[in-house]
């Protein structure tokens, strides 16, 4: 688990074609990893990786063909500067919100614009992670938990503020960035909950509809 607060910017120093998955080397620049250990988890642009050796300053990772197609991890190249965040001890500080660095969907920036000192993204996120986002509601963007502004279907407004912008790799997206974007976590499973026994059934939509709602009573004619 993680809190979506970025801990430091690192650079990917070297990817290697591994039978037909990659292993990626992280130099990690300002992260401390004293306290972290083989198996170890490290989020990358919001991807949960494990670190299988640590040469010093900074870890290899092992990237599967899942992780590879479900996240915008495969637009990165030798150079790529990544957000890195280790994951959560149980003294850590919960800052951001409870992120699990498995990715959703990948979005993409629409637009960015100064705001007096702040900067306005409006980023589009696949359509079916569009119920699970929410006006005032938290939302993880490569690794970084930000505040949803506005909701207009499955485009999203974020303010970021200065800080944000210069500790984060937010500072280098354009439009048309890719982005890593994982949802909050208590509306998937709050979704698959209020499904009840129909969770189980296999094939067609097992998502939430209004004609379900209604049917099973949590709305009112």
Known sequence: ????????????????????????????AGLDLDDVKLGDSIAVNGVCLTAVELPGDGFWADVSQETIRRTALSRLKEGSRVNLEKALTPSSRLGGHLVSGHVDGVGKVLSLKEDARSWHFRIEAPAALARYIAEKGSITVDGTSLTVNAVDGAIFDLNIVPHTMQQTVMGEYQAGSPVNLEVDLIARYLERLLLGDKAAESGGDSGLSMSFLAENGYLKS
Do not use: C, H, N, W
């Open 1 to 28: 688990m993680f809190t979506g607060i970025i801990e430091a910017v690192g650079q990917i120093q070297s990817m290697q074609p591994r039978g037909g998955d990659v292993r990626l080397y992280v130099k990690t």
